[in-house]
């Protein structure tokens, strides 16, 4: 004879489980995640491309020690979904969004983002024909029997309610203390929200948080315009391939010229000019890491070095697009990479093919920066993704011998100082307080850079030797 077993979770361990492991700003990326796929699902867009893509969409972020809000306009939940699927832990249907680049994966988003910040959550929204309103109150998690949530409809407004409000009452005391002012939560928030949209913010899309509006972080790169007719341009390298159904695009270069003697010496610590450089990861337009200078992404793994203050010019982007957001290099968090994933092992042979194209460039000018002076003022500020796909018909771009996923690339031939070098490099130390009285003697001022100020008096003693021998 056997007995039934009772072996459903409760809810509370459910939902513990569910929201232990994720930090608070990654559960409210979570939600504008989802207003990005809701903008990507009702324009029905198979590609990201275009300056404008976002233009029109938006989505207002509230926050303070009582609650939570976030209010968009892109389009709403489907009626037939909210009944079906976006309330329920975990994902029905994961062909609903194919031919879609969205990051929508597991179903969890939404909920494991509420339950994080409290117990009494209100979900509004209005998709074309119904606006309904669904509510999850603080006594619905105690119950494990009943799983059902009940969704009101209400009267419908005019087509610019199109969107979805979500509201966060009840807050937990920890996400309470963190939203208070005196936390400055808010502007940590627009910070991160800055960098992770920034190729979506850029395409048009607005987000403001407490009434603030975000900026974007920018990637640009030098190039030198009309590159083929520059014999002394900077070029960035470029890579373009296509690995199954992932779109993967690599642009590698100059941020800015390249670093000062006195800049590369700064002792015991990156210069704080290398906050800018490094490789950053994009996935459908998602940034998943932000100006790695690690071996993530090639340095300090053969035949990369590390990186220190000498490369701080260096800077590039990694995108990879597709439908199937399954197919990424993404954690479940959508935040970080998966580094067991085989294509992010594919991509990273060529990232390291371009990191190392520039830090070559730097050994081969080190101690001759001043030289190459002229090539950095020729190049101008460009967007690495617009310049990909801007460039795609020049002649430069070059099938990769032996590829296998339909790769080409712009492998650019940098400039190289003349094989005879006459110069030799002068070096030496003195006192701190020693520099600083000769820096205010010659300038009037006691912060002037060293480098200028040894230069200054090789070139007074030279043109004294000059002139008695």
């Not at 960035?236 to 590698?252: F, G, R």
């Not at 790695?292 to 701080?312: A, C, E, M, R, Y």
């Not at 982007?317 to 998966?338: D, Q, Y």
């Amino acid at each position: 004879m056997s007995t039934p077993v009772q072996a459903t979770p409760t809810k509370r361990f459910f939902v513990n489980s569910l929201t232990r492991d994720i930090e608070l700003k990654d559960a409210i990326l979570d939600l504008l995640d989802n207003c990005i796929d809701g903008v990507v699902r009702s324009k029905d867009l198979k590609t990201l491309e275009g300056e404008n893509v976002y233009k029109g969409f938006r989505a207002d972020i509230v926050l303070d020690e009582q609650k939570f809000e976030i209010h968009d306009n892109c389009g709403g939940i489907p009626m037939k979904i909210a009944i079906e699927e976006a309330f329920k832990f975990g994902r029905t249907n994961p062909e609903r969004d194919a031919q879609l680049e969205t990051v929508g994966m597991y179903g969890i988003g939404m909920k494991r983002a509420v339950f994080k910040m409290g117990t009494h959550i209100l979900v509004e929204s209005q998709h074309k024909e119904n606006r309904y309103t669904v509510e999850i109150p603080p006594e619905w998690l105690e119950d494990d029997n009943d799983w059902m949530l009940n969704l009101e409809n209400l009267k419908l407004l005019g087509t610019s309610h199109e969107g979805t409000s979500i509201i966060v009452n009840n807050l937990h005391d920890e996400i309470s203390d963190r939203f208070s002012q005196r936390r400055g939560f808010a502007k940590e928030l627009r910070d991160e929200v800055g960098r992770i949209f920034a190729l979506i913010i850029k395409k048009g899309f607005v987000v403001t948080v407490n009434d603030v509006e975000v900026s974007p972080v920018s990637f640009d790169l030098l190039q030198t315009d009309e590159i083929e007719d520059q014999k002394d341009g900077i070029e960035t390298y470029q890579l373009k391939s296509e690995y199954n159904d992932v779109m993967i695009d690599i642009a590698i270069g100059f941020y800015r010229p390249l670093a000062s003697i006195d800049e590369v010496e700064e002792e015991n610590r990156l210069s704080r000019s290398a906050a800018n450089a490094g490789i950053t990861i994009i996935c459908n337009d998602r940034i998943v890491l932000f100006r790695d200078k690690s071996h993530i992404t090639g340095w300090g793994s053969k035949p990369v070095p590390s990186f220190h203050n000498q490369f701080l010019p260096i800077a590039g982007i990694v995108r990879f697009s597709s439908a199937n957001s399954e197919n990424l290099p993404l954690t479940t968090t959508k935040r970080g990479l998966n580094l067991s994933a085989k294509i992010y092992w594919y991509a990273l042979e060529y990232i390291k093919e371009g990191v190392k194209k520039f830090t070559d460039f730097t050994n081969q000018w080190k101690g001759k920066e001043s030289e190459v002076k002229s090539f950095f003022e020729k190049a101008t500020y460009q967007d690495p993704i617009k310049m990909i796909n801007e460039n795609e018909e020049k002649v430069s771009w070059r099938a990769v011998p032996k590829g296998r996923f339909n790769e080409k690339r712009v492998n650019p031939s940098l400039p190289k100082p003349a094989r005879r070098n006459t110069k030799v490099r002068i070096t030496f130390y003195r006192e701190k307080e020693e520099v600083k009285l000769v820096a205010e003697y010659i300038y009037g001022d006691s912060a002037a850079n060293p480098s200028d100020i040894g230069d200054f008096a090789f070139e007074k003693q030279y043109e004294l030797a000059k002139e008695e021998l």
